[in-house]
C-alpha cells in the first residue's frame, strides 16, 4: 500500500523525443532467455523436451502448484537449460529458445464474463501477471487490498523518474484496455473506487481526456503534483480522503484484460529505451527474454554506452553486460557516455533529505546510527518503511549515497553482523 503523501522533489523531465512517439513491437532476437520462475514466484522445472518445438504462449514448465507456470514468450525450439546471473534474480535457470518466424497472433477474443473476486486473483497468478512498479504478482497485491477498509485502486502511469515513459506510452496507445483491466482488478480487490494517474501539462491532459471521452469516464483520470516520486491529491473528494491508496502498474492493468479477454498469459513489456548513447530513443515491446543487447541493437547506438542501466536514473542498476535478459518489472533502459558522480564529503547535517522524504523518515540519522554502529537505535528510526526512491541521495549536497545505507538498514530486519577483513579469524 502506497502512503498518500505531499512531499517530494522536482526532478528534470529527460522523457523526450521517445514520450512523444508510439509504441513498436521489437523484431524477435535469434535467441530467449526466459527465467524458469513462476508468477506465483515458485521455481519452475521444464516439462517440453530439449530440441522441441514450442508455440508462443504454450507452457514450457512449472512448479507443481495450480498456479505455478512459465509460457514461451515466442514460437521457436527449445534449446535447452541455462543459468544466467541477473542483477534482479541473482543466478536463476533460464529456458534458451531459438525463436522461429511466426504468423500475427490471431487468438480471438472471448466475450468477458462475469468473473468473482477469487477467480480474478487466481487468473491472475495461474498467467503468471507481475505488476512492474514493484515486481510484484498482481495478484498477490489485489489480495492485499481486499483486506483494506477503504480501497482506491490507482494504474499508476505517471513516470515519474526523469527517463521512463513507458506507462504514458502505454495509457497512450491501448487506454481504454488499461481501463478495462482496472476495472477487472477493482473487481478482485472488492472496491468500486478506481482511477488512473498520469502526470501531464494542462494541455497534454486535455488532449487525454478528448481521445478517450467515449470510452472512459474523464472522472476516472487524475494528475499527480509533478513531484517525485509521484503522490495523487484525494483530498477533494470527500469518499475518498480516508482511503488506502494501493498503486497498480498500466502494464499489469492491460495484461490482466489480456489474461481475461484472450486467455493470454503476460509474456512481455514495454520498456523505454533511451539515453545520451541512444540514437532513436523509443517505447519497444518486446518479449521476456529478450537480451538488452538487442533493445539497444534495435534503437540504435550512437556511442559506445560507458554505463547500461536497468530501470531508470532514481533507482536503477548498473549493469556489467548487455546480455542478461529483459524480465517482468523492467521498464526502462538506459544507455549512458559518462555517469556525473560529485565528490563525497561528510555529513553535514543539513536536514535537505528529511525534508525531502516522502515518507517521513530521517535518513541522515539512520545512516549516522548505521555508520556508528548504533544498530539498537535502528528500529526507533523505521528504516523499514523506505521504498528506495532515491531522493534522499539526490538532494544530499554531499554527494553521500544516504538511500544505500537507508536500505542497508531496512533489509537486515534488525540483524547486522560485523564484516571481517580478510584474514580475519574468529
Known amino acids: 500500500m502506497s502512503k498518500l503523501t505531499k512531499t517530494g522533489i522536482k526532478i528534470p523531465s529527460l522523457k523526450q523525443p521517445a514520450d512523444q512517439r508510439p509504441v513498436v513491437d521489437i523484431p524477435l532476437p535469434s535467441r530467449l532467455f526466459v527465467p524458469l520462475i513462476a508468477g506465483d514466484g515458485g521455481a519452475c522445472q521444464l516439462i517440453a523436451n530439449e530440441n522441441e518445438t514450442v508455440q508462443k504462449c504454450a ?81 498477490k497485491k489485489l489480495s492485499a487490498c481486499r483486506k483494506s477498509k477503504n480501497p482506491v485502486l490507482i494504474a499508476d502511469g505517471s513516470d515519474s523518474e526523469p527517463y521512463s515513459s513507458s506507462s504514458w506510452a502505454v495509457i497512450n496507445q491501448w487506454g481504454g484496455l488499461v481501463y478495462k483491466g482496472l476495472k477487472l482488478a477493482a473487481i478482485a480487490a472488492g472496491t468500486k473506487n478506481y482511477k488512473i494517474g498520469v502526470t501531464l501539462d494542462k494541455n497534454r491532459f486535455a488532449g487525454l481526456l478528448e481521445k478517450y471521452r467515449q470510452a472512459i469516464n474523464p472522472s476516472v483520470f487524475i494528475k499527480a503534483d509533478g513531484k517525485y516520486p509521484a503522490s495523487y491529491d484525494l483530498g477533494n473528494l470527500k469518499h475518498l480522503k480516508k482511503a488506502d491508496i494501493c498503486r497498480l502498474g498500466v502494464q499489469a492493468c492491460l495484461a490482466l484484460y489480456e489474461a481475461v479477454a484472450f486467455n493470454r498469459p503476460q509474456i512481455d513489456c514495454v520498456v523505454t529505451v533511451t539515453g545520451d548513447c541512444v540514437s532513436n530513443p ?117 554527494g553521500l549515497d544516504v538511500a544505500d545505507k537507508v536500505l542497508e538498514a531496512r533489509d537486515s530486519l534488525g540483524n547486522i553482523f560485523m564484516k571481517w577483513g580478510v584474514g580475519d579469524e574468529l
Open 282 to 398: 523509443r517505447n519497444v515491446r518486446a518479449p521476456f527474454g529478450t537480451p538488452v543487447e538487442h533493445l539497444l541493437n534495435f534503437c540504435g547506438l550512437s556511442d559506445p554506452p560507458e554505463y547500461v542501466i536497468i530501470g531508470d536514473a532514481m533507482t536503477g542498476l548498473a549493469i556489467q553486460s548487455p546480455d542478461i535478459p529483459i524480465v517482468p518489472g523492467i521498464t526502462c533502459l538506459i544507455a549512458m557516455k559518462n555517469r556525473v558522480q560529485p565528490p563525497a564529503h561528510p555529513c553535514i547535517g543539513c536536514g535537505r533529505c528529511a525534508a525531502a522524504c516522502h515518507a517521513k523518515l530521517l535518513p541522515c540519522e539512520i545512516m549516522r546510527r548505521l555508520d556508528n554502529m548504533q544498530y539498537e537505535r535502528l528500529d526507533y528510526l523505521l528504516p523499514e518503511e523506505c521504498d528506495g526512491c532515491g531522493v534522499c541521495s539526490y538532494v544530499c549536497p554531499s
Open 59 to 139: 507452457v514450457i514448465a512449472t512448479s507443481g502448484t495450480a498456479n505455478g507456470f512459465v509460457y514461451s514468450p515466442a514460437s521457436g525450439v527449445l534449446e535447452g537449460r541455462q543459468t544466467v546471473f541477473h542483477p534482479l534474480l541473482g543466478n536463476v535457470p533460464c529456458a534458451i529458445i531459438k525463436c522461429a518466424k511466426t504468423k500475427a497472433d490471431t487468438r480471438k477474443k472471448v466475450p468477458l464474463a462475469s468473473l468473482s473476486s477469487e477467480e480474478i486473483i487466481n487468473l491472475a497468478f495461474k498467467k503468471g501477471i507481475i505488476d512492474e512498479l514493484d515486481g510484484q504478482p498482481l495478484a
